[in-house]
């Protein structure tokens, strides 16, 4: 289908980027601004040196298949590491055909809403929701229905009543797509009972779930590494997507999803037209970096980085917000969503933070719904512990000039 | 849209690996098999050592951007270097606003299939033409409409008479898919005059031309050089793609394309949601090696080792061919098209033929509208001289036996 983009602009573009913000994108990474806009890992956190050994060993030692052509799904060595992860974290009977090497997980979304979705077909999705996950729906022709989160994750009672309200409407809802550790943009964690009520509404009404997990491994304490992936709790109706790039580098593209095996076949056949292959050379640096064990024994490294920046931000908010702020505590990944008094407005209030030395990224994009206006996204993964408390002061203090 | 992957394998997939083919696939690579079936880029042409020191080198000197996200777009400095080569073609006004990196030119493909198609338009597409195309054009909804080609390519009257079908039967042509130089699977070149006479149909039809150029850099003689690109004569009217997979290394997934700006705009919003970006490392490899001369250095090298090949096919089918048969006279690229007597199937004749050592991919699924059962794309491109003499020899004598 043509992907229209003049109605892609005025559902997402238009608010993800509105003239007022784009004019201010430069500023977001300008030296002397302290950003909790970008939504990447901190390079600090990025292995050089192993990686630039690795890969001119890498390409010296298997060069005639790292440059050549490879197969669609990935190479099976990466593919098999991974399928023995997907075990690891509960999936017992996790198979390489079950699994598809992806050019970023974005690249998972994209095939499987091509896949998966009908144009009218409707996706249920969080609210907040990453804006690449409701992209790629959109892009397949879905529409997509919000649904309430609260601090424990997607309040399933309300996607319950959102399904009734859509099957009602005439249309179908097909599948439910869920961030459910450390969400993006909001930093919630799905409760554990959540989960299984959420794998139950997906068998009871055949939904299929969609699992994006790309921040599972970057927990902040021991029962968030024990929550169990949906695709966990019932393999037949969960797509799971995961990814290297916040564990190791975003720069390699390399990413995984798990699909029943039928579904993984579709997805297959879509990434031949789509890529032919993921990159050769990225698939053999993350396999080494995976085989010489580089990733494992950096991820205690890695949770301690996040957790200690994302606890300066917590501090820093109850030290210096604003009566009437709220904001939530994640448990692992990048990002605090901060919500204010109603009459404020994050894309308004902008200008003044930038002046103030810090930028941050309106909430109202990542809502399908138009509603966040006075919510914030706080990345705390680039800035230093130092530099996030005087951000989040700045931050406070604008808004309490200003709001 | 959903891609309708039932009706994709009974279109061309089907054609493209029926079980028949499917089962000999791994004989396909079996080293005592003389294979004329891949399509891919000699392993001995690959530039292991400096790319390996080249690896290491761009990692250690700029991991914090080559290891990290990156605009979607590409590196504004590979946009910058493919803007010049462009130019040097004859694309006189190529700005890097018109340009978009893709993860290989089959990304180029899908993706400009999903910004121009709608669904029911049609493409006008030369018969035989590139799978991984017709496939792209397919998943976006688009009707395929086959173009007669002979020695000098695209039969300009018959895409007139098409267009003119097209339109009396109420349908939409959108866009002519075409391979100017040494197609794949026919080895043929559009003739200039032709290229004059394309362009003229496309303007005065307001059509679309895809122009996929992958092989552009391998001619064997020296008028086969200064061919003009399509995207020359007409760039208002021209999606020009090219690719650095059969000058460098297909492993890296570095290509891109060059479109009227506000084509490359929707182009890039559409990338954006189906990979964020590609891989960074290939990206700033790819640059590394135009940046040294490396790429510019081996080309006649590379040249010299196709031509050499592509040579010892064309001696050898004159040895050896049966009465009847006919074959294509490659000016450059990879591949020899060769027909045989009506009542042959190239399909049919495999196993025999894998029997008697030499493998090679019928050329059926090439064709729209499945007609070429009859002939054979044979690519020159991995075996020695020798092997193809020995290769050639040995399939003719199972066309003569069996045939």
Request: charged share 25%; aromatic share 6%.
């Amino acid at each position: 289908m043509k992907i229209d983009y003049e109605e892609l602009m005025s559902t997402f573009a238009a608010s993800l980027r509105p003239n007022a913000i784009r004019s201010l994108m430069p500023l977001l990474v300008r030296p002397d601004i302290i950003s909790f806009g970008g939504g990447a890992p901190s390079s600090e956190t990025l292995p050089i040196e192993e990686l630039a050994e690795m890969a001119s060993r890498v390409i010296r030692d298997r060069g005639r298949s790292v440059l050549q052509y490879g197969p669609t799904r990935g190479q099976p060595a990466l593919v098999q590491e991974v399928a023995l992860y997907l075990r690891s974290r509960g999936m017992k009977d996790a198979t390489p055909s079950e699994i598809i090497l992806t050019t970023g997980s974005q690249q998972g979304l994209d095939l499987v809403s091509r896949i998966v979705l009908d144009p009218g077909d409707v996706a249920l999705v969080e609210l907040p929701s990453y804006v690449g996950g409701t992209i790629a729906l959109h892009n397949s022709g879905a529409r997509l229905v919000g649904v309430q989160q609260d601090q424990d994750g997607m309040v399933i009672s309300d996607l319950r009543e959102r399904i009734d309200e859509v099957r009602a409407e005439g249309r179908r809802p097909k599948c439910i797509y869920t961030i459910p550790n450390f969400q993006n943009p909001s930093g919630i964690t799905l409760a554990a009972e959540r989960r299984q009520e959420l794998v139950r509404v997906a068998e009871e009404q055949d939904l299929l779930i969609i699992e994006d997990d790309p921040y599972a491994e970057l927990y902040f304490d021991d029962e968030a590494s024990r929550l169990a992936p949906l695709a966990s709790l019932c393999p037949s109706h969960v797509i799971y997507l995961g990814t290297f790039s916040k564990v190791l580098a975003p720069g390699l593209r390399t990413a995984w999803l798990r699909a029943p095996k039928e579904i993984a076949a579709k997805i297959e056949t879509a990434k031949e037209g789509a890529d032919l292959s993921s990159s050769q050379l990225d698939q053999a640096l993350v396999y080494e970096a995976l085989r010489t064990g580089l990733v494992e024994s950096r991820l205690p490294m890695i949770r301690e980085f996040y957790r200690t920046r994302c606890m300066a931000m917590t501090e820093a908010l109850e030290n210096h917000a604003a009566s009437g702020t709220t904001w939530t505590r994640p448990r692992g990944g990048f990002f605090v969503l901060m919500e204010t008094d109603r009459q404020i407005e994050a894309t308004k209030l902008l200008p003044a933070a930038i002046e103030a030395g810090v930028a941050y990224v309106p909430g109202q994009p990542f809502f399908v719904d138009s509603s966040g206006a006075n919510t914030f996204r706080l990345a705390f993964s680039k800035e230093s512990p130092e530099n996030i408390h005087t951000g989040i002061k700045a931050l406070c203090d604008v808004i309490k000039r200003i709001g």
